[in-house]
């Protein structure tokens, strides 16, 4: 995203969120009196297995699909630019499915990466958030994915940072675009890299080279980092980051 605007309240879910483009937000932020859980699947199920599992759950803890607010998915291989169109499309109906969808409005973040290293056979979940009432103040906030280029453009590959350079200066620019994106998007959340409990690269390059001067000397890896050997969605993108900060992590 260019510019980071006001948040949209998503009432039903407890929570706000940063608006972004058709099949995600950049990011949520729980209300008061509220809390975000991340849930992971020991197992990856396939979205057709893992959205009735999720309302499944959702309703063991004496909650709706509307606490839904964010999913991380797993993809065999990064699509074409028409092809990740094609699947938004059919994600979104997931949550048309629920209603979270209002006025072609999306509230729920998404991060979504393809594993270099056995893959998943079909787009599958590997973990999603939800709110849940609490009587302390824990809140939470989840920031979605991004790779090295703006979202709500036409196509990523002519607004890709140093498109196609592996090299140290093209990573590392690479890096600083992500890296930026997230900080802007944790701003709006009112967050910052201190009140982070979880950050998550995703590339299948070398990144050591630039990890203490661009990512532990700016404090994005305070409480560890967590590196996918995985690439972003769309094909000729690098680099991607997503960072949350929640009090409750389960695996299911």
């Known amino acids: 995203m260019d510019n980071m605007t006001d948040l949209i309240s998503y009432a039903a879910g407890g929570y706000q969120f940063i608006p972004g483009v058709f099949q995600y937000s950049a990011g949520v932020r729980a ?36 606490a839904f607010c ?13 092809g990740f169109t094609e699947f938004n499309k059919e ?21 979504n990466v393809c594993p270099q290293i056995a893959p998943p056979k079909q787009v599958s979940v590997y973990a999603f958030s939800y709110t849940r ?45 992500v890296l930026g994106e997230m900080e802007r998007r944790m701003k709006a959340l009112g967050a910052t890299w201190a009140d982070n409990t979880g950050t998550h690269l995703y590339t299948v390059h070398d ?14 890896s305070s409480n560890g980092l967590s590196w996918h050997f995985a690439r972003p969605p769309v094909q000729d993108l690098d680099y991607e980051m997503d960072v949350r900060g929640v009090s409750t992590e389960i695996v299911i």
């Open 133 to 177: 009432r609490t009587t302390k103040a824990p809140g939470g906030f989840v920031v979605a994915g991004s790779g090295e280029a703006p979202e709500g453009k036409a196509n990523y590959r002519d607004h890709a940072i140093r498109l196609g350079d592996l090299s140290l200066a093209g990573l590392t620019e690479k890096a600083r675009w």
């Open 207 to 220: 990144i050591h080279p630039l990890l203490e001067r661009e990512i532990v000397m700016r404090g994005a």
């Open 91 to 111: 994600y979104v109906t997931w949550l048309d499915r629920w209603k979270l969808i209002k006025d072609g409005v999306n509230p729920v973040a998404r991060t």
């Open 70 to 82: 964010a999913c991380e998915l797993r993809s065999p291989a990064p699509f074409s630019e028409q």
């Open 31 to 66: 209300n008061d009196g509220f809390e975000i859980v991340r849930a992971r699947f020991r197992s990856m199920p396939p979205m057709s297995e893992a959205f009735p599992a999720i309302e499944a759950h959702l309703k063991a803890q004496n909650s709706s699909p509307d």
